[in-house]
Structure formats: structure tokens, C-alpha cells
T-cell receptor, first 106, second 114 residues
Framework: AQRVTQPEKLLSVFKGAPVELKCNYSYSGSPELFWYVQYSRQRLQLLLRHISRESIKGFTADLNKGETSFHLKKPFAQEEDSAMYYCACGTNNLFFGTGTRLTVIP | DTGVSQNPRHKITKRGQNVTFRCDPISEHNRLYWYRQTLGQGPEFLTYFQNEAQLEKSRLLSDRFSAERPKGSFSTLEIQRTEQGDSAMYLC????????????FGPGTRLTVL
């Protein structure tokens, strides 16, 4: 069964500290992996996808097929990173995790 | 704003009534998706279209749910005989079929069933 697990519902870090949001997935086949972000009062938007191998707003995510993980990392958290983060996988339709609310404390 | 738009943004209805939501995708996007999001959960896929063809509908929650995209542009999602459990945010997204398959989301329609 297709499933995305984000074990942390809430995560708080201090400004300037490293942050890692965990994501594990279960999927038959070869899905694409994504991180979506939702800032306060804004719509869901793509942060990054594994095939592009980009760093967006200082965030990176490495796909580990052996561990079926796609953790999101940033070395120095900023206050503007406070948001809801969703990991998703799929080919056409996407399966989303339950999300992690990140709070960066000034 | 040339992004995905959804109307209405909020809908309050009584149990047993029918409701219809509209989604206008980004104009050059062939694919259109519907998701439902309940409190504390991530978006849950319901159905999607490529142009006017509905390619996946097995995840529609029940036969009370139906979606159309008659001309391959805007889409409607209808819920018949609403139940309190249908209260949720209904999200629409669109994407291209070639190149980047990034899904662009609309602001959602929040449904409250009393």
C-alpha cells in the first residue's frame, strides 16, 4: 500500500539551528518524491522534488531508496521557515504525509 | 492572478443537501486533480483528469462524489446528500503532462456540513 509517514507533527528549533524533517514512504514502483510547504494563510506550494536535486531556500532533500526516506534538511533555520511541511510521493496522483509544523524560535 | 482558482472559498450547507465546487486550472495545464484535506491530515487524492478524460476515480470516497471536466478546462466536484463527515477542505491542483509535472494548488474550498 502506498503510504507516506512523517513521524513528527510538531517541530521547534531555534533560529540558526539545523533542522531535519523526516519522511519515509512505501510505494510500489518508482515514484517521484516531493516536499510541499504551506505558509500561514497561503496555498500549498512545491518546495522541492527529488529529481531536480536543487536547493530551494537553503533546503535540500536526498532520496534514500534503501531506507525509503526523503528527509528535508536545512543547516541554519530562519524565522520565515516557520510553516507546515508535507512530504508527498507518487506518479500522477500524489500521496501526502500528515505534515510537520515547523516553528523557528527567534 | 493566473494561478489555480476555486469557487466558492467557503460553503456551509445542511446535511442532505447537494453541493458543487468549481476549479479553474492554470490555462496551459492539461491535468487537473482533486484532493480532500481533513483537520490534521495531509491532502488525500480523490480523482484526476487529463484534458476531459477522467483517468482515475477509484479513490472517490463514495458514489455520492462525482467530478466532471466537460471541455477540458474548468472542473466541478459534486457531493450529493452531504453528510457531516464530508466537512473538509477540498483542494484542486493542475499540472502539465510534459516537462515538469509539478502540481500547482488552488486555495481550496472549505465545506462545512451542519
Amino acid at each position: 500500500a502506498q503510504r507516506v509517514t512523517q513521524p513528527e507533527k510538531l517541530l521547534s528549533v531555534f533560529k540558526g539551528a539545523p533542522v531535519e524533517l523526516k519522511c519515509n514512504y512505501s510505494y510500489s514502483g518508482s515514484p517521484e518524491l516531493f516536499w510541499y510547504v504551506q505558509y500561514s494563510r497561503q496555498r500549498l506550494q512545491l518546495l522541492l522534488r527529488h529529481i531536480s536535486r536543487e536547493s530551494i531556500k537553503g533546503f535540500t532533500a536526498d532520496l534514500n531508496k534503501g531506507e525509503t526516506s526523503f528527509h528535508l534538511k536545512k543547516p541554519f533555520a530562519q524565522e520565515e521557515d516557520s510553516a507546515m511541511y508535507y512530504c508527498a510521493c507518487g506518479t500522477n496522483n500524489l500521496f501526502f504525509g500528515t505534515g510537520t509544523r515547523l516553528t523557528v524560535i527567534p | 492572478d493566473t494561478g489555480v482558482s476555486q469557487n466558492p472559498r467557503h460553503k456551509i450547507t445542511k446535511r442532505g443537501q447537494n453541493v458543487t465546487f468549481r476549479c479553474d486550472p492554470i490555462s496551459e495545464h492539461n491535468r487537473l486533480y482533486w484532493y480532500r484535506q481533513t483537520l490534521g491530515q495531509g491532502p488525500e487524492f480523490l480523482t484526476y483528469f487529463q484534458n476531459e478524460a477522467q483517468l482515475e476515480k477509484s479513490r472517490l470516497l463514495s458514489d455520492r462524489f462525482s467530478a466532471e471536466r466537460p471541455k477540458g478546462s474548468f472542473s466541478t466536484l459534486e457531493i450529493q446528500r452531504t453528510e457531516q463527515g464530508d466537512s473538509a477542505m477540498y483542494l484542486c491542483a493542475s499540472s502539465r503532462t510534459s516537462g515538469s509535472h509539478e502540481q500547482f494548488f488552488g486555495p481550496g474550498t472549505r465545506l462545512t456540513v451542519l
